[in-house]
């Protein structure tokens, strides 16, 4: 019952995380056409403040839309009407040459709108007489009233998903404790304790094998049509080396994905790592290779350098290949055209550090504090989940090892730094 409220906790803050995020976008959308009005009226300052006065009056609502000028070396703001009044907010927005700002309710009433949220667009320009400020105020109280619609909904809906789950998901759990009830009878009518004990253990391990056997079933049925597919263009290749190399690539990367499918389902069911001793150079030029292209296409440099002697590591090498894979395209994502990413491979004390350092736009170190957390992301909306760092602080746990990320100390970039247990007195 529980995990129950929890999923549902989580899904409902998922959702109206989303829910807030676009009602920020059409905030930002509708800011953008206060500011393509005062753009436009702007020009008319050129015949004259009467010429202004009547464009102005011409998209003004009351209540709703209000137009001022801030006139060369005045203070305050001049209303249509020839009315002055001034905002603190709107001035320092205009001195700063900010594009828009949000009013909250009693700085939308003192510009005579509505007691409500405002969005006020803002140019600049200049005339014979100076340099004027042109300043479009419109009540936000449609959008907010959609806003404020759609989270009752949001709340209606998850309520009454709410009451559902946990309907049947009570009766499911009474049904399964009358179940467990009468196991318990029978066990201890037999041999009570390790009867029991053993069902419960069966009863654990038929669910997970279960689980295991589903997920391996559905990816493993799309990889066999691409594995087959992949076969077919090999044996029509008529001995094309491009051609094949193609299907070869395919190959080898569908048994990779196979290989990374099996070693997350270990993770999942807490089995100990299938570990072999390896190289750290062998691993860093594995993901070298796979994130060579990306790295191209964003014009970016990645160089490797590797430290003489370095002692052999215990892991699953695809899927260490993978944790390295997700940094070196993380710091791959945060560089420019023409930025560099660097992968270290050195030895500190009784471990083997990699090392992922980059150029790039850097991470505070709050953000740094919170990056491998689920669902946190520094990358604009749309292009990231908040999952990848998470997902790969847990493989590298599940080698025993730590990872960690913060800036650089010369605060140009970000550091991501893996360690892992070295295999005493054994060197490539």
Same mark, same amino acid.
């Given at each position: 019952?529980? +995990?129950?409220?929890?999923?549902?906790?989580?899904?409902?803050?998922?959702?109206?995380?989303?829910? &807030?995020?676009?009602?920020?976008?059409?905030?930002?959308?509708?800011?953008?056409?206060?500011?393509?009005?005062?753009?436009?009226? =702007?020009?008319?300052?050129? %015949?004259? *403040?009467?010429?202004?006065?009547?464009?102005?009056?011409?998209?003004?609502?009351?209540?709703?839309?209000? !137009?001022?000028?801030?006139?060369?070396?005045?203070?305050? $703001?001049?209303?249509?009407?020839?009315?002055?009044?001034?905002? =603190?907010?709107?001035?320092?927005?205009?001195?700063?040459?900010?594009?828009?700002?949000?009013?909250?309710?009693?700085?939308?009433?003192?510009?005579?709108?509505?007691?409500?949220?405002?969005?006020?667009?803002?140019?600049?320009?200049?005339?014979?007489?100076?340099?004027?400020?042109?300043? !479009?105020?419109?009540?936000?109280?449609?959008?907010?009233?959609?806003?404020?619609?759609? &989270?009752?909904?949001?709340? *209606? %809906?998850?309520?009454?998903?709410?009451?559902?789950? *946990?309907?049947?998901?009570?009766?499911?759990?009474?049904?399964?404790? @009358?179940?467990?009830?009468?196991? @318990?009878?029978?066990?201890?009518?037999?041999? &009570? %304790?390790?009867?029991?004990?053993?069902?419960?253990?069966?009863?654990?391990?038929?669910?997970?094998? =279960? $689980?295991? /056997?589903?997920?391996?079933?559905?990816?493993?049925?799309? $990889?066999?049509?691409?594995?087959?597919?992949?076969?077919?263009?090999?044996?029509?290749?008529?001995?094309?080396?491009?051609?094949?190399?193609?299907?070869?690539?395919?190959?080898?990367? +569908?048994?990779?994905?196979?290989?990374?499918?099996?070693?997350?389902?270990?993770?999942?069911?807490?089995?100990?790592?299938? /570990?072999?001793?390896?190289?750290?150079?062998?691993?860093?030029?594995?993901?070298?290779?796979?994130?060579?292209?990306?790295?191209?296409?964003?014009?970016?440099?990645?160089?490797?350098?590797?430290?003489?002697?370095?002692?052999?590591?215990?892991?699953?090498?695809?899927?260490?290949?993978?944790?390295?894979?997700?940094?070196?395209?993380?710091? #791959?994502? +945060?560089?420019?055209?023409?930025?560099?990413?660097?992968?270290?491979?050195?030895? &500190?004390?009784?471990?083997?550090?990699?090392?992922?350092?980059?150029?790039?736009?850097?991470?505070?170190?709050?953000?740094?504090?919170?990056? $491998?957390?689920?669902?946190?992301?520094?990358?604009?909306?749309?292009?990231?989940?908040?999952?990848?760092?998470?997902? /790969?602080?847990?493989? !590298? @746990?599940?080698?025993?090892? /730590? *990872?960690?990320?913060?800036?650089?100390?010369?605060?140009?970039?970000?550091?991501? #730094?893996?360690?892992?247990?070295?295999?005493?007195?054994?060197?490539?």
């Amino acid at each position: 019952m529980l +995990a129950m409220v929890f999923a549902i906790g989580v899904v409902a803050a998922i959702a109206y995380w989303d829910e &807030q995020r676009e009602f920020a976008a059409a905030l930002g959308d509708f800011a953008g056409e206060q500011t393509a009005l005062a753009r436009a009226i =702007a020009p008319t300052l050129q %015949s004259g *403040l009467p010429s202004f006065r009547a464009a102005a009056r011409s998209i003004e609502r009351p209540g709703m839309v209000r !137009v001022f000028v801030q006139e060369p070396s005045a203070r305050g $703001l001049t209303a249509s009407d020839g009315q002055v009044v001034r905002s =603190a907010a709107v001035e320092a927005a205009l001195a700063d040459g900010v594009d828009w700002l949000r009013l909250s309710r009693s700085e939308a009433a003192a510009l005579a709108l509505r007691s409500r949220m405002a969005m006020a667009g803002l140019t600049r320009t200049r005339t014979d007489a100076g340099r004027w400020g042109i300043v !479009v105020v419109a009540s936000a109280q449609r959008e907010r009233d959609r806003e404020r619609l759609a &989270q009752w909904r949001l709340a *209606l %809906s998850v309520l009454l998903a709410s009451g559902l789950v *946990l309907t049947f998901g009570g009766l499911a759990l009474r049904n399964q404790r @009358k179940q467990m009830l009468l196991a @318990k009878e029978l066990a201890v009518a037999a041999v &009570q %304790s390790e009867r029991d004990e053993r069902l419960v253990r069966a009863d654990k391990l038929a669910t997970m094998g =279960a $689980l295991a /056997t589903g997920i391996a079933h559905e990816v493993s049925t799309p $990889l066999g049509v691409i594995l087959g597919r992949a076969e077919q263009i090999l044996s029509r290749s008529g001995g094309d080396e491009r051609d094949e190399r193609a299907a070869r690539a395919i190959v080898e990367q +569908a048994e990779r994905i196979s290989g990374i499918v099996r070693g997350f389902l270990a993770l999942a069911r807490g089995d100990a790592p299938q /570990t072999q001793h390896i190289a750290p150079e062998a691993l860093a030029d594995v993901a070298v290779d796979l994130v060579g292209h990306r790295f191209a296409k964003a014009d970016v440099q990645l160089s490797v350098s590797k430290s003489a002697g370095l002692p052999l590591v215990a892991c699953e090498p695809r899927l260490m290949e993978q944790v390295l894979v997700n940094l070196l395209l993380n710091a #791959c994502d +945060a560089c420019q055209a023409g930025g560099q990413v660097e992968l270290r491979l050195v030895t &500190q004390g009784p471990r083997v550090a990699f090392v992922v350092t980059d150029n790039g736009s850097g991470i505070s170190e709050g953000e740094a504090a919170r990056v $491998l957390d689920p669902f946190f992301t520094t990358k604009p909306v749309g292009q990231g989940a908040g999952l990848g760092l998470a997902i /790969t602080s847990e493989l !590298v @746990k599940h080698h025993r090892g /730590t *990872l960690s990320v913060a800036p650089r100390a010369d605060q140009t970039g970000t550091r991501a #730094c893996v360690e892992l247990p070295a295999v005493e007195g054994a060197h490539a």
